[in-house]
């Protein structure tokens, strides 16, 4: 699978971007897919993922309730609704593939395919 996320940019607190994550490939159907996002000097974090029917849903708490995360397994496509951004939502934002058997959630799995990364960033 061949990830391409796009939608990042510039924004002021209390904004709101899209993110978009384009799949190429049979397999996107039967992956879990998420995003992860990397801020200066931090970690890579998982934020949001979704399964594979789009069933099941992850948020990290520090999106919950501000952020969503959809799929169309039709288009191959999954986005990434960001509200009321923070300045802290400021990071470097991937989309990832794992493929996975219909009845697998688990969103904490290795990660098997990753798109180039998006930036974000929120201003005052």
């Known amino acids: 699978v061949q990830l391409q996320a796009c939608g990042g940019g510039l924004v002021q607190v209390g904004g709101s971007l899209r993110l978009s994550c384009a799949a190429a490939?049979?397999?996107?159907?039967?992956?879990?897919m998420a995003w992860f996002r990397q801020a200066p000097g931090k970690e890579r974090e998982l934020i949001v993922a979704?399964?594979?029917?789009?069933?099941?849903?992850y948020y990290a708490d520090s999106v919950k309730g501000r952020f969503t995360i959809s799929r169309d397994n039709t288009k191959n496509t999954v986005d990434l609704q960001m509200n009321s951004l923070k300045l802290d939502d400021t990071a470097i934002y991937y989309c990832?593939?794992?493929?996975?058997?219909?009845?697998?959630?688990?969103?904490?799995?290795?990660?098997?395919?990753w798109g180039q990364g998006t930036e974000v960033t929120v201003s005052s």
């Open positions: 990832a593939a794992r493929p996975a058997i219909l009845t697998d959630n688990n969103f904490f799995r290795q990660y098997d395919y």
């Open positions: 490939g049979r397999t996107f159907s039967r992956s879990i």
């Open positions: 979704i399964s594979r029917s789009a069933g099941s849903t």
